[in-house]
């Protein structure tokens, strides 16, 4: 009977320690786990922001994040969130600190460069001269990275656009400039303090045709018209072709000088690099300082991590209550600093 009785408390004991193994972490098979984790390699020495292949990316650990979900607000329909991955099922982030400096890659498919929002197009010609309309419905790739904490419920927000967000082009399909700093509430993302614009539209009401050109004109068949060179002719010179482009955006270079960071001020305080690459994905570093100086920015010197969440679109201006096919979202994980 004792022998008896000895066994089943063996057995008992050995139950609850199965059990209790099967509530530890995720490698442990099954059972509770947490958010994922992005752990920042800790530098020596700071990558570059004229490329998104430094070799110091080498040495971060990247983990892949599930795009769950296409909109922060109520949940879809389970078959509406599957077809909100279409945009990219998934996310692969790495994270680089250098002193007070944060680094962020982020790598996502898309199999389309999006960068003519509000485009001119060449609709016919007429004794070899254009006649145009301008593309209103297109928009451009779109992605948001979004730290937990700031006061009543904000999330500190980096929102990166493909075009108007960038200022030198300085490889083919490769663009450097800036993110935009914001402070996301609810379903409301607000730019940070400062009021200038990177991106000027190329507009010219009551006449069909854009108010600047590029000095080579119809020979010109690049996305960006830099400010500085654009040109406004009184006429457009013969030479074009049906279905050719014109951007809508004038980008201003200027801003990327040290002598305007004070003007930039939050707004544009995050530095931006980006390659769209092998016609099918997009890899995007992000740079700010952890401590900038601003109270609309979150204060991350101190912390040993924070809560983040990531959002993407393909061809879409992102909005937060409702769903779409073209945007999608991370639920939240952790990034250890």
Same mark, same amino acid.
């Given at each position: 009977?004792?022998?008896?009785?000895? +066994?089943?408390?063996?057995?008992?004991?050995?139950? &609850?320690? &199965?059990?209790?193994?099967?509530?530890?972490?995720?490698?442990? !098979?099954?059972?509770?786990?947490?958010?994922?984790?992005?752990?920042?390699? @800790?530098?020596? +020495?700071?990558? #570059?922001?004229? +490329?998104?292949?430094?070799?110091?990316?080498?040495?971060?650990?990247?983990?892949?994040? %599930?795009?769950?979900?296409?909109?922060?607000?109520?949940?879809?329909?389970?078959?509406?969130?599957?077809?909100?991955?279409?945009?990219?099922?998934?996310?692969?982030? %790495?994270?680089?600190?250098?002193?007070?400096?944060?680094?962020?890659?982020?790598?996502?498919?898309? %199999?389309?460069?999006?960068?003519?929002?509000?485009?001119?197009?060449?609709?016919?010609?007429?004794?070899?001269?254009?006649?145009?309309?301008?593309? #209103?419905?297109?928009?451009?790739?779109?992605?948001?990275?979004?730290?937990?904490?700031?006061?009543?419920?904000?999330?500190?927000?980096?929102?990166?656009?493909?075009?108007? #967000?960038?200022?030198?082009?300085?490889?083919?399909?490769?663009?450097? !400039?800036?993110?935009?700093?914001?402070?996301?509430?609810?379903?409301?993302? @607000?730019?940070?303090? !400062?009021?200038?614009?990177?991106?000027?539209?190329?507009?010219?009401?009551?006449?069909?045709?854009?108010?600047?050109?590029?000095?080579?004109?119809? %020979?010109?068949?690049?996305?960006?018209?830099?400010?500085?060179?654009?040109?406004?002719?009184?006429?457009?010179?013969?030479?074009?072709?049906?279905?050719?482009?014109?951007?809508?955006?004038?980008?201003?270079?200027?801003?990327?000088?040290?002598?305007?960071?004070?003007?930039?001020?939050? =707004?544009?305080?995050?530095? &931006?690099?980006?390659?769209?690459?092998? !016609?099918? @994905?997009?890899?995007?570093?992000?740079? =700010?300082?952890?401590?900038?100086?601003?109270?609309?920015?979150?204060?991350?010197?101190?912390?040993?991590?924070?809560?983040?969440?990531?959002?993407?679109?393909?061809?879409?201006?992102?909005?937060?209550?409702?769903?779409?096919?073209?945007?999608?979202?991370? +639920?939240?994980?952790?990034?250890?600093?």
């Amino acid at each position: 009977m004792r022998k008896i009785a000895f +066994s089943a408390l063996l057995l008992l004991l050995t139950l &609850a320690l &199965a059990c209790s193994d099967d509530e530890g972490d995720d490698s442990n !098979g099954p059972g509770p786990t947490g958010p994922p984790r992005v752990i920042a390699f @800790q530098a020596a +020495s700071s990558p #570059t922001l004229d +490329s998104v292949a430094d070799p110091l990316w080498d040495s971060a650990t990247a983990k892949t994040i %599930e795009v769950t979900t296409s909109a922060l607000g109520p949940q879809l329909p389970r078959e509406e969130r599957q077809a909100a991955l279409a945009v990219s099922d998934q996310v692969l982030v %790495e994270a680089i600190r250098y002193e007070n400096d944060l680094y962020l890659r982020l790598t996502w498919d898309d %199999e389309s460069h999006d960068v003519w929002p509000k485009r001119w197009v060449v609709d016919s010609l007429v004794s070899g001269f254009p006649d145009f309309s301008q593309g #209103t419905t297109a928009s451009e790739d779109q992605l948001l990275f979004m730290f937990a904490g700031l006061a009543e419920d904000g999330w500190d927000t980096w929102h990166w656009r493909a075009l108007t #967000t960038a200022i030198e082009e300085f490889a083919p399909n490769e663009v450097r !400039g800036f993110a935009e700093g914001a402070t996301l509430r609810g379903i409301a993302l @607000q730019a940070d303090s !400062g009021n200038l614009e990177i991106a000027l539209p190329n507009l010219n009401d009551g006449f069909n045709q854009p108010t600047y050109f590029h000095p080579d004109s119809s %020979e010109f068949t690049g996305y960006i018209l830099y400010q500085h060179i654009a040109v406004d002719p009184p006429t457009p010179t013969a030479g074009w072709s049906a279905g050719q482009y014109v951007p809508g955006y004038r980008i201003d270079s200027s801003m990327a000088t040290p002598a305007k960071a004070e003007a930039r001020a939050s =707004r544009w305080d995050i530095r &931006a690099v980006s390659r769209w690459s092998g !016609g099918a @994905q997009y890899q995007v570093v992000l740079s =700010r300082p952890m401590t900038s100086g601003f109270s609309d920015d979150l204060e991350m010197v101190g912390q040993d991590s924070v809560k983040v969440r990531v959002g993407i679109a393909n061809d879409f201006d992102f909005r937060f209550d409702i769903g779409s096919t073209r945007q999608g979202f991370t +639920s939240e994980f952790w990034l250890i600093l």
